[in-house]
Each structure stands twice: as structure tokens, then as C-alpha cells.
């Protein structure tokens, strides 16, 4: 039989360890192909090299993930046409803003039968009204697409520290075991959950929640004030999912992709720490300037998110059942100031 190819598409902090993970596998399991394709945006570095040529000539990709050999099987490539073609699996992980485009240009380029997966934390939202990045993905594609999602800060699964993630899957179970193949190693545990849109809300929404948890930090109101801005958090992740999809069942928040994943990037997340430093400028920077000078390329989910939901609650008029998400996109935007999240989160929403 032919073996499986893989081709993630996406090459930064958390893709570059993707590729790592899945190229561990690839070389152990005789049913796919070794070598792993990753696509990369193209970019020179202050060197004059291409990132590309950089992570080919040292197995390492010294902008998203510096110090971390990916496997001599991972092929960087900038050709996002290329890198596709011939793929029977593939993997999304890009910051979730660029893939209206990334779609677009896969029409037409991708296997008819290919499997997708989308590891991307964030939503799209259209006049028809929200639409999570799977369902982009399936429906410019119309290709299935399971979604990984979890407790994941790529740093430190970059150096193997044991954690674990959630793959959800719509109808096929033995698809979502082969994604569990591929992506599964000793310190890397991952669980199959039949509840696509209740994995993907909890991976979008919980760095909103994130972004309220920087401001609390940058407040320095301490733990009580930020479990609690947690505690709150959590709970208008779970009626905002089931709100949208009423599928969404309560059994998923309590899986690698809600509880955990909420916990480990209130602690330790992008989002938080730039979140943090917003609060603590006191109106002088703005989350863009802040995102460029301490994240380096890579990006935020969180500000763009908690405007996507805005959007939603707003035209559906839910914005009084959801003070925390509402009030963490009206202080991104500056018409509250941080310590607002505190005072209209304990507000009692109006259910
Ligand atoms: P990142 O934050 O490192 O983003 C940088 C990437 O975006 C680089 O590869 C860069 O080349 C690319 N990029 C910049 N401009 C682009 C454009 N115009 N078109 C296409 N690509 C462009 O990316 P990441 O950490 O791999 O995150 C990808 C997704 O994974 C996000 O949705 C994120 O929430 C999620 N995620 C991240 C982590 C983490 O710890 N980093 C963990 C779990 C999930
Ligand atoms: P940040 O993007 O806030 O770093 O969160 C990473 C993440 O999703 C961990 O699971």
C-alpha cells in the first residue's frame, strides 16, 4: 500500500513543533512517508538568508523556535502549492488571521480525499455570522477536518515536558485515531473527543480569557482576582459554545482543550504576558506596538478573538450575558480602562 504524506502547513513557534512531533512518528511508523513537508511564509532574516534555506541548512528554525532540532525528515518549503501536493494528511497551524487567504489559494491544489487537521485557536466572523477555521477549512476546501487543540505552550513541549491535548473529531472515529498516531509520543498524550466545535471554542476563547488574566497581572490584584476572572472566563466559554452549537457537550471543558488549556495560558501564554504589559503602560501602548516589540513575528490571538466575539454578541444581543468577553474587547480598544475587567465581570449576567 501507498504511504502516507504529511505537509504541515504553517512554520511558526507552535508549527515548528508540530513538524517535530509529527516527524518522530513518521520515521517509527512504516505507514507514512518519512519526510515531513512544512510550508513556510517566506521571509529573509538580518543574516540575508532566507528562513527557508536557514531551516533546511540546520534542521532548525531559528526565528519561531530557536535551540530545537525539528528532525532531518522536516523539508521546509516556501511554495504553498508545492508543499501540498501529493499530501494525504494535512496540518493547519497558522495564526488564525491569514487563513482566509492560505484557503483561497489551495483551491483546486489539494487531493480530493486528503484528511485535514487544524490546530489553529481563533475564528472568522461573515455576514452569515461566526465560523470557526475547521469549518473555513472544510468548506473552501470541502475536505473533512479534525481540530488538536489543548494545555500546549510550544516552548515547552519544544524540550518534551510531558503534556496532553484533544483531538475532535465529527463522525470518523478511525481518522481521529490516525491523527492520534501521528501526533501521540511518550510525553505528548492525546485523546480523542467526539465534539469538533466544543474543542475548537475552548482553544479560541480561553485567550480571551487569557488577555482578561494579563490585565489582572498588570493590575497586580493577585491570585484570588485572577482565579476568579478564570472561574468567570470558563464559565461564558461553556454558554457562549453552547449558545452557538447546542452539540457542545459539558464533558469537553473538562478535557486537555478546556480547563487545562485555560490554565496553563493564563500562567504562562503570549497573550497574557502582552495583556500584562497593556495594563501596566496605562493607555500609552497599544496591543500592536506591544505584540511587534515582545513577541518578534509571532502573534496574538487574543485581541482579534475578543473583537470576533464582540461581533457576535452584539449582533445576536448577548452582549449583557457576556461582561467578561465584552469588556476585554472594549479595553483592547481603549473605551474601558483595564481595571474595568474586575467591576463588569462580577457583574451577574442576565441568563
Ligand atoms: P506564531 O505566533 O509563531 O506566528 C508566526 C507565524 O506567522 C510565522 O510562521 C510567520 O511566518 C507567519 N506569518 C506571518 N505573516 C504571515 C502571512 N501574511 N501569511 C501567513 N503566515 C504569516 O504561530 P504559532 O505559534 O505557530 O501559532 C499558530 C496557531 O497555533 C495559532 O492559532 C495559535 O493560537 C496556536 N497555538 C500556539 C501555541 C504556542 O504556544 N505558540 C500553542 C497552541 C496553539
Ligand atoms: P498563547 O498564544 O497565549 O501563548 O497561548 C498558547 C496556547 O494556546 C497554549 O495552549
Given at each position: 500500500p501507498q504511504k502516507t504524506r504529511v505537509t504541515v502547513v504553517g512554520s511558526g513557534n507552535w508549527g515548528s513543533v508540530a513538524a517535530k512531533l509529527i516527524a518522530s512518528n513518521t520515521l517509527r511508523?512504516?505507514?507514512?512517508?518519512?519526510e515531513v513537508r512544512m510550508w513556510v511564509f517566506e521571509e529573509t532574516l538580518p543574516s540575508g538568508e532566507k528562513l527557508t534555506d536557514a531551516i533546511n541548512r540546520n534542521?532548525?528554525?531559528?526565528?519561531?523556535?530557536?535551540?530545537?532540532?525539528?528532525?532531518?525528515n522536516v523539508v521546509a518549503d516556501p511554495d504553498l502549492e508545492n508543499a501540498v501536493n501529493g499530501a494525504n494528511m494535512l496540518v493547519f497551524v497558522t495564526p488564525h488571521q491569514f487563513m482566509e487567504g492560505i484557503c483561497r489559494r489551495l483551491v483546486g491544489k489539494v487531493k480530493a480525499d486528503v484528511e485535514a487537521i487544524s490546530l489553529i485557536k481563533g475564528m472568522e466572523v461573515k455576514m452569515e455570522g461566526p465560523c470557526m477555521i475547521s469549518t473555513l477549512i472544510s468548506d473552501q476546501l470541502g475536505i473533512n477536518c479534525c481540530v488538536l487543540m489543548g494545555a500546549n505552550i510550544a516552548n515547552e513541549i519544544a524540550v518534551e515536558k510531558f503534556s496532553e491535548a484533544t483531538v475532535g473529531y465529527r463522525e470518523k472515529k478511525e481518522i481521529a485515531q490516525k491523527w492520534v498516531q501521528l501526533f501521540s509520543t511518550s510525553y505528548f498524550i492525546v485523546t480523542p473527543v467526539q465534539d469538533v466545535e466544543g474543542v475548537e471554542l475552548c482553544g479560541t476563547l480561553k485567550n480571551v480569557v487569557a488577555i482578561a488574566a494579563g490585565f489582572v497581572d498588570g493590575l497586580e490584584m493577585g491570585n484570588n482576582t485572577k482565579a476568579a476572572i478564570m472561574r468567570i472566563g470558563l464559565r461564558e466559554m461553556k454558554a457562549f459554545s453552547k449558545m452557538l452549537?447546542?452539540?457542545?457537550?459539558?464533558?469537553?471543558?473538562?478535557e486537555s482543550c478546556g480547563v487545562a488549556d485555560l490554565i496553563t495560558t493564563c500562567l504562562g501564554g503570549r497573550n497574557r504576558k502582552v495583556a500584562e504589559a497593556f495594563a501596566r503602560s496605562e493607555g500609552k501602548r497599544s496591543f500592536d506596538e506591544l505584540e511587534a516589540e515582545m513577541l518578534q513575528g509571532q502573534k496574538l490571538q487574543g485581541v482579534s478573538t475578543a473583537k470576533e466575539v464582540y461581533e457576535v454578541l452584539s449582533h445576536r444581543g448577548w452582549l449583557d450575558f457576556f461582561p467578561l468577553f465584552a469588556t476585554v474587547h472594549e479595553i483592547c480598544i481603549g473605551t474601558?480602562?483595564?481595571?474595568?475587567i474586575v467591576e463588569h465581570s462580577e457583574r451577574t449576567p442576565k441568563m
Open positions: 511508523l512504516s505507514s507514512f512517508h518519512d534542521n532548525e528554525n531559528v526565528k519561531y523556535l530557536p535551540g530545537i532540532k525539528l528532525g532531518k452549537f447546542s452539540s457542545v457537550k459539558d464533558t469537553t471543558f473538562f474601558l480602562p483595564p481595571t474595568a
